[in-house]
């Protein structure tokens, strides 16, 4: 009878360690700024953002360049010439600094909706073959290691490149 309560006691604790085992969930962690960093398109992307953003400027620096013309030519012909004649100027040269603030916001705007538009396939390919690989690896979740306080577990970043093929 001792025997049969020992070993019902082994069974219980048995079952209930083997059901407290599979009911931990499996985790692993990933870099995702290291695959974003390194990932090709995301390098080609990073170079057409750079292009574009050397065009704005170039275009900025060109209205610059019109507007400091301008202000210093009327502000050394301003005592030859009428008060309207200023004023009419002066309004001028309010409106061209309008039109170059517009510029320089809509050119940041414009800049951060292509960033948005390269980046957002990108980061859903990333996402899918995290996706992938931790299911392949028998994980049930994958965390960024850059929002983990503590991250010393398995490390997919590696198998998530080749999936990606870099």
Do not use: C, W
């Not at 309560?5 to 069974?11: F, V």
């Not at 040269?93 to 951060?112: C, F, G, H, P, S």
């Amino acid at each position: 009878m001792k025997q049969i309560k020992t070993l019902l006691i082994a069974t219980f604790l048995f079952i209930g360690a083997s059901q407290s085992i599979s009911a931990q969930s499996k985790i692993a962690h990933v870099d995702t700024n290291e695959l974003i960093s390194k990932m090709p398109a995301m390098i080609e992307a990073q170079k057409q953002l750079e292009n574009l953003s050397k065009q704005y400027d170039a275009e900025f620096k060109t209205m610059a360049d019109e507007y400091y013309a301008k202000l210093k030519k009327y502000d050394e012909e301003s005592s030859t010439v009428t008060a309207k004649v200023n004023e009419d100027r002066a309004k001028e040269v309010q409106d061209m600094e309008k039109r170059i603030r517009d510029y320089r916001e809509t050119a940041q705007k414009e800049l951060q909706k292509k960033e948005s538009d390269l980046a957002k396939p990108l980061m859903d390919k990333i996402k899918a073959s995290i996706a992938k690989v931790g299911k392949a690896k028998g994980f049930n979740y994958v965390i960024d290691v850059n929002s983990a306080i503590f991250a010393d577990g398995t490390d997919l970043t590696s198998d998530v490149k080749k999936d990606l093929g870099f």
